[in-house]
């Protein structure tokens, strides 16, 4: 049972570029969320995906958008680059649907992003 | 808007040492608790949930306590070992987000 895929694994871009970042959750689920986790700091929710559309946003500016796919897959984009983007962008899945947002959260290993 | 905190930010013992990592949050309307594990690097390694209704939750050597009344959480490691060393986090969960604490880093000595 494969676990929650990100790729690609480390990236490198410079100021003013755009990324996209992708995501494969575990599966049997449909929800996405993304999390910014910079050094030294607890992980910051960005967004989370389910049934394609955005369900919920955390306090990211207009740059950060996302993508959810009909096999549930998601993509995470960042435009206009600053250096303050360099972090670990993690991904998790969960299945939505369970009472009282009970049900765990999988995490993947992250990719890191390096802005110069 | 909740606040999580983690006490302390990094924390160093002799192999064997029993411990407790401490969490606090500033809102106690939540669904859960969450205390992951995150080694150098990685993604998050889920370790205990606890539900807003429950007390505590037991896994192993691990064990987690919640108090939803006072903000609090702790967790409780039995009989460290060298492989224990991580970072420590405690994320609250209310709606489809969840807020992390800074996390604590673990060193056990051999």
């Known amino acids: 049972d494969a676990g929650v895929t990100q790729s690609p694994t480390h990236l490198i871009k410079t100021r003013g570029q755009q990324v996209t970042l992708r995501c494969s959750p575990k599966?049997?689920?449909?929800?996405v969320s993304w999390y910014q986790q910079a050094l030294g700091q607890g992980p910051q929710f960005i967004f989370q995906?389910?049934?394609?559309?955005?369900?919920q946003r955390g306090n990211f500016p207009d740059r950060f958008s996302g993508h959810q796919f009909p096999n549930y897959s998601s993509e995470l984009n960042v435009n206009a680059l600053l250096l303050g983007d360099s972090a670990l962008y993690l991904c998790?899945?969960?299945?939505?649907?369970?009472?009282?947002?009970?049900?765990?959260?999988?995490f993947g290993p992250g990719t890191r992003l390096l802005v110069l | 808007k909740q606040e999580v905190t983690q006490i302390p930010a990094a924390l160093s013992v002799p192999e064997g040492e029993n411990l407790v990592l401490n969490c606090s949050f500033t809102?106690?309307?939540?669904?859960?608790l969450q205390w992951f594990r995150q080694d150098p690097g990685k993604g998050l390694t889920s370790l205990l949930l606890?539900?807003?209704?429950?007390r505590e939750q037991t896994s192993g050597r691990l064990n987690a306590s919640l108090d939803k009344s006072s903000g609090r959480s702790t967790l409780y490691i039995a009989a460290s070992q060298p492989g224990d060393s991580a970072t420590y986090l405690c994320?609250?969960?209310?709606?489809?987000?969840?807020?992390f604490g800074a996390g604590t880093r673990l060193t056990v000595k051999p």
């Open positions: 998790a899945s969960s299945l939505a649907g369970s009472s009282s947002f009970g049900e765990t959260q999988y």
């Open positions: 599966s049997g689920h449909d929800t």
């Open positions: 995906y389910y049934e394609e559309e955005e369900r």
């Open positions: 809102d106690s309307a939540i669904y859960n």
């Open positions: 606890i539900q807003s209704s429950q």
């Open positions: 994320a609250v969960r209310r709606g489809n987000d969840m807020r």
